[in-house]
């Protein structure tokens, strides 16, 4: 089995300030993890990934994600928050091997204050 | 813009009633995925399919069911909604080998 947790239900930063949102997971053979974002009565839009190589992955919205592999994180983060980022944050992996579906995080929400 | 779509955005239907939502893509994806969501809060998955002919349930029990007769289509159905069956459902898409799925805007059900 697969899972992923995000152990924040929210996350609160200020404008500017960095933002860090966790994520762990577990998955048996290498992993594929993602980073989506979803702003009220929208779907799931993708952030980043990270399948292999760098662990440090580059996505939209000055966005950047570090894939440690021993202890199984995949953090979300942006140097300078901007209060255009509040919204929904999700994680998800899937696995290398067999007929694999996506599985995401319970989610966290990101609030930026001005 | 992602090329899946989902309709209808919106549905008010009565108890009883059977229903399908419809999802399609046209980027020729293996995979297809259906979510449940309460606004807000997490994402369940209820169906996936890998191929054509291919289903499974998800992780999260529905008693809706799915097929999937052509490649670009996975339609999802409810003999007979409930209240509880009200919720967002998110389509989504994606090519096996470590790509991102692409989702479709959800369609909002509301069982009155």
């Known amino acids: 089995a697969q899972s992923v947790a995000q152990p924040e239900d929210q996350v609160n930063v200020a404008e500017g300030n960095p933002l860090t949102v966790k994520c762990t997971y577990s998955?048996?053979?290498?992993?594929?993890l993602f980073w989506y974002v979803q702003y009220p009565n929208r779907g799931l839009q993708f952030l980043l990934k990270?399948?292999?190589?760098?662990?440090l992955v580059k996505g939209s919205y000055g966005f950047e994600a570090e894939f440690n592999k021993s202890q199984t994180s995949f953090h979300l983060k942006k140097p300078s928050a901007l209060v255009s980022d509040s919204a929904l944050y999700f994680c998800?992996?899937?696995?290398?091997?067999?007929?694999?579906?996506?599985?995401f995080g319970s989610g966290t929400r990101l609030q930026v204050q001005p | 813009e992602a090329d899946i779509y989902q309709t209808p955005r919106y549905l008010v239907i009565g108890t009883g009633k059977k229903i399908t939502l419809e999802c399609s893509q046209t980027?020729?994806?293996?995979?297809m995925y259906w979510y449940q969501q309460d606004p807000g809060m997490e994402l369940h998955l209820i169906h996936y399919s890998y191929g054509v002919n291919s289903t499974e349930k998800g992780d999260l029990s529905s008693e809706s069911t799915v097929s999937r007769i052509r490649t670009e289509h996975f339609p999802l159905t409810l003999e007979s909604a409930r209240p509880s069956h009200t919720s967002q459902y998110l389509c989504?898409?994606?090519?096996?080998?470590?790509?991102?799925?692409?989702f479709g805007q959800g369609t909002r059900l509301t069982v009155v």
């Open positions: 990270y399948i292999t190589g760098d662990n």
């Open positions: 998800a992996v899937t696995g290398d091997t067999g007929r694999r579906a996506l599985t």
């Open positions: 989504a898409s994606s090519v096996t080998g470590g790509t991102e799925a692409f």
């Open positions: 998955v048996s053979g290498n992993p594929y």
């Open positions: 980027m020729g994806h293996d995979k």
